[in-house]
């Protein structure tokens, strides 16, 4: 089970992270100390469980498990904090459970607990190849194989398909890990690409490389570093 748990306290983050290492030693946890560093993990890396505390030096966790329920709605969210005024709106956003401190390890260990039962396995997961996009004024459920890319616009992502684009509002991050097992390649830290579509290599700029893609006349940047991947695939 792969755990994040937010805290501005390194010794709040300490405590829980052995706590639930001695329920579950098999746990891959990672930890934030703000919300903003948080939402950068989140770009790239997906969560089964979160702990997040409510204060976090002036931000609220509350707002926070609000946008990881946008960004990874799956995941399941524990509150772990000082504030016991808070239950209700836990209740609101289904959280899986609420852990007050100071910790202790048989309370934790029926979190935990909770969290294997809920957690969904892997190999239950849907066959699906639809995503769904905002048009604005309603939501299109599209197929995976119509989209060319995706790349980064301001802070929100711009999905392009021989028909048209739609602008949505959730990092590059999250369509890379939907779109892992879908023949999807991260070729720059701005473009996630369809490989069907990828139709050649070119000089792009200074010693760099492009590419072009059957249906688009854009051609992509590949980051140096994603390069030598990206050529082991064909």
């Known amino acids: 089970m792969k755990i994040a748990i937010v805290d501005d306290e390194r010794p709040a983050r300490n405590e829980l992270t052995y706590l639930i290492r001695q329920c579950m030693p098999e746990a891959e946890i990672v930890e934030a100390d703000c919300a903003s560093k948080l939402m950068q993990i989140l770009e790239t890396e997906r969560f089964d469980a ?10 609220n ?20 904090t000082a504030y016991g005024e808070y239950a209700v709106r ?15 390890l048989e309370r934790v260990a029926k979190t ?4 294997r039962k809920n957690v969904r396995p892997e190999n239950q997961d849907l066959e699906i190849n639809k995503l769904m996009v905002s048009t604005g004024t309603a939501f299109l459920l599209l197929d995976v194989l119509e989209i060319l890319y995706i790349e980064t616009e301001n802070r929100a992502c711009r999905i392009h398909t021989r028909d048209g684009s739609y602008l949505q509002n959730e990092p590059l991050g999250s369509y890379e890990a939907k779109l892992k097992d879908k023949r999807f390649f991260r070729i720059h830290k701005s473009f996630l690409v369809n490989l069907e579509y990828v139709r050649e290599m070119v000089i792009f700029g200074n010693n760099s490389y492009g590419l072009r893609l059957n249906g688009s006349s854009a051609v992509l940047p590949i980051g ?11």
Do not use: C, H, N, W
Request: glycine share 6%.
């Open 50 to 59: 979160l702990f997040v505390d409510i204060d976090l030096g002036g931000e």
């Open 61 to 80: 966790g509350t707002t926070l498990a609000s946008m990881i329920r946008g960004i990874q709605p799956e995941a399941l969210i524990v509150f772990a």
């Open 90 to 104: 836990a209740f609101e956003l289904a959280a899986t459970d609420y852990l007050l401190k100071p910790f202790d």
């Open 112 to 115: 935990v607990e909770r969290l």
């Open 224 to 234: 140096r570093t994603q390069l030598k991947e990206f050529r082991k695939l064909f």
